[in-house]
């Protein structure tokens, strides 16, 4: 990505495009739980390919993986066996975060406190779009 000075009379052009998941979008065109839902999506992806190189490796407790919040500078770890890993990812709607991350998550319901993680359910369009962009899902 292009980096724009921050001189004054700068500003980025108005036609400037982002690609997001190989799609074009306009800055500024996303509604918040759209890129709520695509922010946790993308940490999903992360943790799938964390969950599979753990399972090849036969290391199946306390597996840290990247907390699934939706501030994208997040780097919090939360160590989750592939049991419990597996049990999250039972629906697309469903995500872990590190307490005190969920202020960022936009609606969505608290299905567990885990003393560790908690375990949300995305509702309204972060569900849909999380939904549309699980990796597991034939949606």
């Not at 980096?3 to 052009?13: F, V």
């Not at 190189?53 to 907390?67: H, K, L, N, R």
């Not at 919090?76 to 890993?85: C, F, H, Q």
Request: hydrophobic fraction near 35%; glycine fraction near 8%; aromatic fraction near 8%.
């Amino acid at each position: 990505m292009r980096a724009w000075p921050l001189q004054r009379g700068w500003a980025r052009p108005r036609d400037e495009r982002l690609r997001v998941d190989g799609e074009e979008n306009y800055f500024g065109m996303q509604s918040r739980e759209e890129r709520i839902g695509r922010n946790d999506s993308t940490f999903r992806e992360a943790n799938e390919r964390i969950a599979k190189a753990a399972s090849g490796y036969d290391w199946v407790e306390q597996v840290p993986f990247i907390c699934e919040c939706a501030t994208e500078s997040c780097t919090v770890i939360v160590n989750l066996s592939l049991v419990e890993y597996e049990e999250v990812r039972s629906r697309p709607t469903r995500f872990f975060v590190s307490p005190g991350h969920q202020a960022s998550e936009g609606v969505v319901s608290l299905l567990e406190d885990r003393g560790r993680y908690l375990l949300l359910e995305k509702e309204g369009l972060a569900g849909e779009v999380a939904t549309e962009l699980d990796p597991r899902s034939d949606s």
